[in-house]
């Protein structure tokens, strides 16, 4: 009976892809206008073995002043997770939920760390709800109908 309990544990949590570009410094350090900051978010998962998922939350952060950009810096933070004994039909919550709780506040650090180091003040993202996010893409699927699977 004990081989059938569900199984959510994290392996592993690792920057998977990280860039910063500051196209107009050194100008953009002597501007005293205040940047505007805007924020962009993805999440991703897949399989990559029996029970075993990577989770991707991938965040950009461009700051700009006026039209010109101060600084743009990408983060692909991911984590693997092991998952198992789990219903199928809870799997996709756990993986579009759960794992980018975990994985959102290393991403946070990664980001205002980057930025830090190349001259910028702290970048402090507030936190995210995933599972919001998570529910307006499902109701955003059911308002689009059922899918036609062709048969070939």
Known sequence: MSD???VFTIEKIYVKDLS??????????????????????????NGIGEGMFESVVTVTVT??????????????????????????DDLEPILAIACPN????????????A?????????????????MLYQQ???AEQQKGPHEIPIQ
């Open 4 to 6: 059938q309990q569900p």
């Open 20 to 45: 910063l570009e500051s196209p107009n410094s050194p100008q953009c350090f002597l501007e005293r206008e205040a940047p505007s900051v805007e924020v962009q978010l993805q999440t991703a998962a």
């Open 63 to 88: 700051s700009k002043v006026g039209d010109k950009t101060a600084f743009l810096v990408e983060v692909a933070q991911a984590g693997i997770f092991q998952i198992r004994n789990v219903p199928e």
């Open 102 to 113: 975990i994985i959102f506040p290393y991403a946070r650090e990664t980001i205002s760390d």
């Open 115 to 131: 930025v830090v180091r190349a001259g910028f003040p702290p970048v402090m993202l507030a936190p995210v709800n995933f599972e």
């Open 137 to 139: 893409k499902m109701m």
